[in-house]
């Protein structure tokens, strides 16, 4: 059934549908919103599970961990401060190989504050061997997160729906909401391959010696592998269902394209109309929307990009001493191909600021018009300084 | 001495403490009184190692090993885990050192026990940071040599009252035990289990290599720190009713501290000092448990 939901909601609801038996949460803003409705829908009985209200983010992952490794499904939400405390915890919850599920909206870091979106927070935490999937609008952050825990509990890592603060969090917009039987049928319940249990006591997450922890890595990077062969074999399943599918990448009109945007969360609607724009204007352009980050994909970026002359990675997040963090991974993914385009790296809306159209169609024709990037990466809408007083 | 408690161990022998590891005794008598329904979480601690590296385990009850700060927030999940399955046989236990009970854990610790989170949290006392090699924690005692306070830097704060702490949140039950008074620690563990809730355990546990004390010395060591008020055996109900469990002999701190390598520095005159802050802590429990001075034969 279509309803007008705001983004946040789209999310819960997810959650609501996937029946999760434990979720924990602490308020951040731009969050709350998404815990705030499962806090209701547990209180009122819609969703039967235990809600902790924990003290601190860094406390809600720690439940969850508690929980994930008694074998129930998990849920959790946070934003950027409140991603950092869990830092340690990530590293935690992945390497006990446990299915949890989190949204984390993308919010950038103070100081100073500034609670707009910005994806920095997350990027922030592409080593901790979390899977994390961009979403470009409400309907794509339900049909995920949903699809988020089959992933999760299939390949036994934790999986990140990231979603662009207030752009999507707080907008309003018509998602269609599965019925519960049919969510039902794509997802069944949780059936943990391991657990703690009084009748088969086991220790989990114990010492680990140099004879035995680099196997430890290795298995995990092995469930990373096969996340997004898992991920395409669930989007079969939601598609037959619910007839929509995303994939790991979205390649739009990018084989004839001499230049190819390459973009994320909602700065791709917004690219979505200035790609129409252009091509009416005769102008050879593709869009490459990068859903999966962890895992990177490698070969799907490899394969939609293989005939461009350029890429114009626009990165609404920076890793300061070296650039924009999608731009500086596809570098790395394309480097030992023979014939390879040259990667543009820019640098637009951190901090919540506007990537408008103008925005987009001025990184189209700056790359179209150099030879070669002017810089490792390149800063869209500064400010000129002020002028000495 | 005769202990009501199961032959059955849920302990192996092969475990990797130090020789005479008041830890080590801890768990044992613990997971007598408390049986095979059990979930133990273990916060970074001297017992991340003593419980042995994978694929081994020395304890016949499952284990979660987690981060240091998250005993309370992690048994949390776990409880909340068991009642979504309809189990509530089990008891969730959070096994935690003095670091990560008085220092990196109170936190999720006070916030797991505001919300009376169902479960008992013990902490098992070595008065620093021994994993790591005898630094000094908000538990370590007024007068103590560690690494990190060497020399004349010697500790000169008085330790923390983690029981007091968890007292003002007022949980269903609080209580001090020592592994020199095993009747009395069974006995608490089993009353904790009974009871809904919160519970917090404090156990005295010596630890002969931060305390620079021979391994034969750590039971009669754990026995005079009761036996002279410095860790008095006590529980509160409810976070008002106080009981007194043991009431001291009189004898004088100084037999206490001068068995020990950490407090050999310590003059006759800082032993004074340290016996008045005994005594003044000693009278404010007797008043807050409601016992008169003279009854309780306090120390001059």
């Given amino acids: ?389 | 001495m005769e202990l009501d408690v199961l032959d059955r161990d849920y302990m192996c022998s092969g475990h990797v403490g130090c020789p005479g590891c008041g830890a080590a005794i801890a768990m044992r008598f613990l997971l007598k009184a408390l049986g095979e329904k059990t979930m133990m979480v273990i916060p970074a601690c001297c017992w991340s190692i003593i419980a042995g590296p994978h694929p081994q385990s020395t304890l016949k009850v499952p284990v979660l090993h987690t981060a240091f700060e998250t005993g309370g927030a992690v048994a949390s999940g776990i409880r909340a885990a068991l009642d979504a399955k309809g189990d509530t046989e089990t008891t969730v236990v959070t096994w935690a050192g003095d670091g990560g009970t008085f220092d990196i854990g109170f936190q999720a610790l006070s916030g797991a026990v505001e919300r009376n989170e169902d479960f008992i949290y013990v902490c098992y006392d070595n008065e620093a940071y021994m994993n790591t090699g005898v630094q000094r924690s908000s538990s370590t005692p007024y007068g103590a040599w560690t690494t990190t306070t060497p020399g004349q830097e010697w500790k000169r704060l008085r330790k923390k009252n983690i029981v007091e702490a968890l007292v003002a949140h007022r949980i269903p039950y609080a209580a001090t035990a020592s592994i020199a008074f095993p009747e009395d620690l069974v006995r608490k563990v089993k009353k904790a289990k009974g009871i809904k809730g919160s519970r917090f355990l404090h156990i005295y546990a010596s630890c002969p290599t931060g305390w620079r004390i021979p391994s034969e010395m750590a039971i009669k060591i754990a026995r005079m720190a009761v036996q002279t008020n410095i860790f008095p055996l006590y529980e509160v109900e409810n976070g008002v009713r106080y009981t007194i469990n043991y009431m001291p002999k009189g004898y004088l701190v100084r037999e206490y501290f001068k068995l020990q390598g950490r407090f050999k520095h310590l003059t006759d005159n800082d032993l004074e000092q340290i016996q008045e802050m005994v005594n003044e802590d000693w009278e404010l429990l007797l008043r807050k448990a409601g016992v008169s001075m003279s009854a309780a034969g306090t120390v001059a």
């Fill in chain 1, 1 to 389: 059934m279509k309803k007008v939901v705001e983004g946040s909601h789209a999310v819960s609801e997810a959650v609501r549908l996937a029946r999760a038996d434990v979720i924990s949460a602490y308020p951040i803003t731009p969050q709350t919103h998404i815990v705030e409705l499962l806090s209701e829908y547990c209180s009122d009985g819609t969703l039967n599970a235990k809600f902790l209200r924990v003290e601190s983010e860094h406390s809600a992952m720690a439940a969850l961990i508690g929980a994930a490794s008694a074998g129930v499904r998990t849920f959790t939400a946070t934003s950027s401060q409140g991603l950092a405390l869990m830092h340690e915890l990530l590293h935690w919850a992945a390497g006990a190989r446990l299915p949890i599920v989190m949204a984390e909206v993308n919010r950038a870091l103070a100081p100073g504050w500034n609670i707009w979106t910005e994806q920095t927070d997350s990027l922030a935490q592409r080593d901790t061997g979390w899977i994390q999937l961009y979403c470009e609008d409400a309907q794509e952050a339900l049909d995920t997160t949903l699809q988020a825990f089959r992933l999760a509990e299939t390949v036994y890592l934790p999986v990140m729906v990231v979603l662009d603060a207030f752009f999507l969090s707080h907008t309003y917009e018509p998602v269609d909401i599965p019925e519960q039987e049919e969510a039902d049928r794509f997802l069944p319940p949780f059936k943990p391959a391991f657990q703690l249990d009084t009748q088969n006591p086991s220790a989990f997450n114990q010492l680990a010696p140099p004879n035995v922890y680099m196997e430890m890595r290795r298995s995990l990077q092995d469930a990373m592998e096969s996340a997004l062969d898992v991920l395409d074999t669930i989007e079969d399943d939601y598609e037959k269902l619910f007839g929509r599918r995303y994939g790991a990448v979205e390649a739009v009109q990018c084989d004839d394209a001499d230049i190819i945007l390459v973009t994320s969360g909602t700065v791709t609607s917004t690219s979505r109309l200035v790609l129409r724009q252009l091509r009416e204007k005769g102008e050879k352009v593709g869009l490459l929307k990068m859903k999966a980050f962890r895992p990177f994909p490698f070969e799907a970026l490899r394969k939609h990009t293989a005939h461009a002359k350029k890429l114009a990675v626009i990165d609404r997040n920076f890793s300061f001493g070296a650039g924009g963090i999608f731009a500086q991974e596809i570098r790395s993914a394309l480097c030992n191909l023979a014939r390879r385009p040259l990667v543009f790296g820019y640098v637009a809306g951190l901090g919540g600021r506007d990537v408008t159209t103008d925005v987009i169609e001025d990184i189209y024709w700056r790359t179209k018009t150099s030879a070669h990037p002017e810089g490792e990466s390149i800063w869209i809408g500064l400010h000129q300084p002020a002028p000495a007083a």
